[in-house]
């Protein structure tokens, strides 16, 4: 099953919640990848890169029967990833592709990008004031 996932910077919840598959050309700041579900993989990011339990990301849109979903990450998880180094992102991603072995899988090949892309992401976030979203399409 193809999961289409895009990452992206929106000033607030009202202009995040148009974004979307049908919904290209946002000119937000934004980062697409495919292929694992986001909203596991988060959560599985927060307890690898903070420890403790995962924040729970707030839902914008939720998903109904068209497999269209958009969410907030959690501010405890834009913080860390925005404050981890390279070095320390890689780390966390070989260990997000083991940890997601168990569920659905993770793109193992491209985990670093992705993890890297996504903190520049809540860097980018936090210089202008705004949140980090996602949306994903699973049909």
Same mark, same amino acid.
Request: glycine residues 8%; aromatic residues 10%.
């Given at each position: ?70 969410? #907030? *990450?959690? =501010?405890?998880?834009?913080? $860390?990833? /925005? ?5 320390? %992102?890689?780390? @966390? !991603?070989?260990?997000?592709? #083991? *940890?997601? =072995?168990?569920?659905?899988? $993770?793109? /193992? ?5 992705? %993890?890297?892309? @996504? !903190? ?20």
């Amino acid at each position: 099953m193809l999961r289409v996932v895009e990452f992206f910077v929106a000033p607030d919840d009202g202009a995040s919640a148009l974004v979307g598959p049908k919904r290209q050309g946002h000119g937000f700041p934004a980062f697409r990848c495919a292929d694992f579900y986001p909203d596991d993989a988060v959560e599985d990011w927060e307890v690898l890169l903070v420890g403790g339990v995962a924040s729970d990301s707030r839902v914008v849109v939720p998903m109904k029967c068209d497999g269209f979903m958009v969410f #907030e *990450l959690s =501010e405890r998880l834009c913080s $860390a990833l /925005a404050a981890a180094s390279r070095a320390r %992102l890689v780390e @966390v !991603a070989v260990q997000w592709v #083991e *940890l997601a =072995e168990a569920k659905d899988g $993770a793109p /193992a090949e491209i985990a670093a990008e992705i %993890l890297t892309a @996504v !903190a520049g992401l809540a860097r980018t976030a936090g210089d202008l004031g705004q949140s980090l979203y996602c949306w994903y399409f699973a049909p």
